[in-house]
């Protein structure tokens, strides 16, 4: 009855790992791919900046830039006054997930 509790316990701990550890991850690989391919070439491979400012260490939140990559800001310079392009809201979440990792 013992091995049984902690097989069961191992299990429980692989399922808990899988669910809400290895999903961040694949998004934040899909956000570097994302931001690799649509954002580096104007703010940096590393934002640090280019012909667009630097991101990173941006003051706002992971929800603040996927809503504005999605919505876009009329104040802003293009691309940015319309949403991006080709941009979907859970691709936009994935870019800004990467951004708040630059450092």
Do not use: W
């Not at 800001?73 to 392009?85: C, E, L, R, V, Y």
């Amino acid at each position: 009855m013992m091995r049984f509790g902690k097989l069961a316990s191992a299990c429980i701990a692989v399922a808990v790992f899988m669910i809400f550890i290895l999903p961040p991850v694949a998004e934040a690989q899909d956000g570097a791919a994302t931001y690799k391919a649509k954002c580096a070439g104007c703010h940096g491979a590393d934002g640090g900046g280019k012909a667009g400012p630097a991101l990173k260490g941006i003051g706002l939140s992971a929800d603040q830039i996927a809503d504005f990559l999605t919505k876009g800001d009329g104040a802003k310079k293009s691309p940015h006054k319309k949403p991006m392009n080709g941009l979907s809201p859970d691709d936009a979440k994935a870019v800004a997930g990467y951004i708040k990792t630059l450092k």
